[in-house]
T-cell receptor, first 114, second 113 residues
Framework: ETGVTQTPRHLVMGMTNKKSLKCEQH?????MYWYKQSAKKPLELMFV???????ENNSVPSRFSPECPNSSHLFLHLHTLQPEDSALYLC?????????????FGPGTRLTVT | GENVEQHPSTLSVQEGDSAVIKCTYS??????FPWYKQELGKGPQLIID?????GEKKDQRIAVTLNKTAKHFSLHITETQPEDSAVYFC????????????FGKGTHLIIQP
């Protein structure tokens, strides 16, 4: 595997379900991000983890719960979601403290809440 | 916080012609400006970026210009090809730390054969 991978690629869940999205980066980076991409809206930053510590929570509802067990893995735990939470959820990674600023994205998880 | 405006929302050009997409930003603390290309069913792919200490950067058919005084930056694609058809996003961030990107709304570029 190379780059940033995300599973599952597609997810359909009911409003009472609990599910998790997984992201793994194979780039040796030390920061990871969750973004939400909704139709006709800019990509929105949700969470930032640097050196496995959460450094930003961009006013995201508590029904979204992130977890970063190590610098290569990032999870987004979902529970009691609303239909308006249907979107493409993108994970990204970068190297903090180095000479480069690039963020690299995974392919995303297309989430549909019914 | 940062606000990024992107224009146009849709751009249709003839194959072989040039395409220009423009963005403005609001936060003078922003120093890093990447451009992403997103094809259907895929995540955003970084295609070029520029830092505030540089006014222009070029990579083959793609170039980016930055006017830090006016707080605007642009993407230029020359000799467009069908595979350039995609949605393009500009973004801004202070850079260097664990800073999230603030994105524009995107430009759907259509290359007409």
């Amino acid at each position: 595997e190379t780059g940033v991978t995300q599973t599952p690629r597609h997810l359909v869940m009911g409003m009472t379900n609990k599910k998790s999205l997984k992201c793994e980066q194979h780039l040796g980076h030390n920061a990871m991000y969750w973004y939400k991409q909704s139709a006709k809206k800019p990509l929105e930053l949700m969470f930032v983890y640097s050196l496995e510590e959460r450094v930003e929570n961009n006013s995201v509802p508590s029904r979204f719960s992130p977890e970063c067990p190590n610098s290569s893995h990032l999870f987004l735990h979902l529970h009691t979601l609303q239909p308006e939470d249907s979107a493409l959820y993108l994970c990204a990674s970068s190297q903090v403290g180095g000479a480069t600023y690039e963020q690299y994205f995974g392919p995303g998880t297309r989430l549909t809440v019914t | 916080g940062e606000n990024v405006e992107q224009h146009p929302s849709t751009l249709s050009v003839q194959e072989g012609d040039s395409a220009v997409i423009k963005c403005t930003y609001s936060d003078s603390a922003s120093n890093y400006f990447p451009w992403y290309k997103q094809e259907l069913g895929k995540g955003p792919q970084l295609i070029i970026d520029i830092r505030s200490n540089v006014g222009e950067k070029k990579d083959q058919r793609i170039a980016v210009t930055l006017n830090k005084t006016a707080k605007h930056f642009s993407l230029h694609i020359t000799e467009t090809q069908p595979e350039d058809s995609a949605v393009y996003f500009c973004a801004a961030t202070p850079g260097g730390g664990a800073d999230g990107l603030t994105f524009g709304k995107g430009t759907h570029l259509i290359i007409q054969p």
